[in-house]
Nanobody
Framework: QVQLVESGGGLVQAGGSLRLSCGAS????????MGWFRQAPGKEREFVAR????????SYADSVKGRFFISRDNAKNTVYLQMNSLKPEDTAVYYC????????????WGQGTQVTVSS
């Protein structure tokens, strides 16, 4: 059915960049919000960024504003997270999610991809 598959994680030095991808399939995402979340060891999962599928309106957590940029390619059913000026505290498992607009919860989640930033 609906699948979200993240890719692009890896090991990068502080100050470097990574681009995460989330391939979405199984349904149309009109009226959906696509989001990125992350979870570091011993910490709660936190919101990183989101984008509306149709209008492309974006929102970011304060901790990543100016460094991370979310985008989507509707033709490819893919959501991206461009991460620049990475810091060690950005180290986490990053998850792609999709939720219906107007609701506080996300219906679909990917398996996660590890991002490790070394100092």
């Amino acid at each position: 059915q609906v699948q979200l598959v993240e890719s692009g994680g890896g090991l990068v030095q502080a100050g470097g960049s990574l681009r995460l991808s989330c391939g979405a399939s199984g349904r149309t995402f009109i009226n959906y919000v696509m989001g990125w979340f992350r979870q570091a060891p011993g910490k709660e999962r936190e919101f990183v960024a989101r984008i509306t599928w149709t209008g492309g309106l974006t929102s970011y957590a304060d901790s990543v504003k100016g460094r991370f940029f979310i985008s989507r390619d509707n033709a490819k059913n893919t959501v991206y997270l461009q991460m620049n000026s990475l810091k060690p505290e950005d180290t986490a498992v990053y998850y792609c999610a999709a939720g219906r607009m107007g609701f506080s919860t996300y219906e679909y989640w990917g398996q996660g991809t590890q991002v490790t930033v070394s100092s």
